[in-house]
């Protein structure tokens, strides 16, 4: 079991940067993969990013790719998303996942790869 809290989101210019950070409580986070999903108004959630579970091995959404990057620390539990270079495009409410699996495969950009979701948090970009 995962319960999983992010933070770090607000409001930015576009151009501008935010880190999310998620914070993980349970004995399995060092052997489970960890991600981000979005969703804007409107829109179906989305993927964004995953790591695997020793931090080697990332994947990102064609959207994010060059401007976002996803890391972890097992020993501090948590799992962070640096945003740079933010749009408009970039505004919804971002969720920090976790899953069971630990590794990364194609999978990972379904929403029923994910075990564990976050409540969520509101980034919003103004141009």
């Known amino acids: 079991q995962l319960q999983l809290v992010e933070s770090g989101g607000g409001t930015v210019q576009s151009g501008g940067s935010l880190r999310l950070s998620c914070v993980a409580s349970g004995r399995t986070f060092s052997r489970s993969a960890m991600g981000w999903f979005r969703q804007a108004p409107g829109k179906e959630r989305e993927f964004v990013a995953a790591?695997?579970?020793?931090?080697?091995?990332?994947y990102y959404a064609d959207s994010v790719q060059g401007r976002f990057n996803i890391s972890r620390d097992n020993a501090k539990n948590t799992v962070h998303l640096q945003m740079n270079s933010l749009t408009p495009d970039d505004t919804a409410v971002y969720f920090c996942v976790g899953d069971s699996q630990g590794t990364i495969g194609r999978s990972v950009v379904t929403t029923r790869h994910w075990d564990y979701w976050g409540q969520g948090v509101q980034v919003t970009v103004s141009s």
């Open positions: 790591i695997n579970w020793g931090g080697v091995v990332t």
